[in-house]
């Protein structure tokens, strides 16, 4: 898997809790090598390493290491992420734990690979959820799932719904802030990431949000995480690296490893190994970009086939001829 993200939503909102405790704004973006720029679109993605290290400047600097558990009882996800705001729009908390499973990712990666990160077993008679993760070097993510999991739905529920909580991390010096906010027993030291819980939550009522945001909210998550999926290759890295510098027609395998942090010998054999070339992911962008230009009949041909990095229109006509076994202006002409 290649370095995992978190959404710039999260990150943001990390980011404005810890500082609203205290935190500079300045020495937090610093210490975590985040910009500023890369928080604007919640959709974005943030290098995991650097959300937690976000996360460690959050808890110095507050003088707060129960940060993890603080911001996750404070923020409900449905501020951060459309994941949020589809689990509020589930018909029970079944739907929800089903929409957690399958677009959790566009909060936090976890590389597990074709498994759920989440699930619901029977043991000796009571249910459990088990965050298959493991949080070995990382237990402030599990400290804020849980706690976020517990918290959020207490304003709709009609009781408390987690029991117990097991953990495999040890017991902190923060301990009192877990007793506080799960209102159970914990267990530390424990072989599991597991929460037992009310035998009837499945069945609970959410529908919070209107059925008809259901919809359109699972519309989105679906392109977000088909864009998610799409990063994780090696065409979809390149593609990205590629589109702020198709215009100039400067675009070259060697130019594209060196941003991907690549060689070029190793980029061949990985895009070898998706079954294309770098040529062949070169030529098909330009053709869906000049198709997405021209049907857009906002720009003219010359300026598409400047768009898609043809210093030549001659040249650019012939490539489109290629694509499409039309001109330019064939494509561009309306409709009858």
Known sequence: MAEPTVSAGLARALLEFAVSRGAGQAALLE????????????????????YLALMRAGKE???????????????????????????????????????????????VEVDLGASPRF????????????????????????????????????????????????????????????????????????????????????????????????????AHAEALLAELESSKSTRGRVERALMPILHTGTASMDLIA??????????????????????????????KLALHYLNGKKVSVNETAYLVGFSDPAAFSRAFKRWTGTSPRGARAPRS
């Open 31 to 50: 210490r975590s090598g985040i910009a500023p720029g890369d928080l604007e679109d919640h959709d974005t993605r943030i290098a995991f390493a650097s």
């Open 61 to 107: 600097l507050c003088n707060d290491p129960a940060l993890a558990l603080h911001f996750a009882e404070a923020v409900d996800m449905s501020e951060i992420s459309v994941v949020g705001l589809l689990t509020l729009a589930s018909p029970t908390m079944m739907d929800a734990f089903a929409q957690l499973n399958r677009y959790g990712q566009l909060v």
């Open 119 to 218: 699930a619901l077993e029977q043991r000796g008679g009571e249910l459990w959820m088990v965050d298959r993760r493991r949080d070995d070097e990382c237990p402030e993510l599990t400290e804020a799932t849980f706690a976020r999991l517990a918290c959020n739905p207490r304003r709709f529920l009609p009781r408390p719904f987690v029991l117990e909580v097991h953990v495999t991390h040890s017991a902190p010096a923060h301990r009192a802030a877990y007793d506080r906010i799960f209102q159970c027993p914990i267990a530390f030291d424990r072989p599991w990431n597991a929460m037992r819980i009310d035998p009837a939550l499945p069945s609970y009522k959410v529908a919070v949000q209107p059925r008809y945001a259901f919809g359109i909210l699972s």
């Open 258 to 287: 060196q941003r991907l942090g690549l060689s070029r010998p190793t980029l061949y054999r990985n895009l070898k190994a998706e079954g294309v070339t770098f040529e062949q992911v070169l030529d098909e962008l330009r053709h």
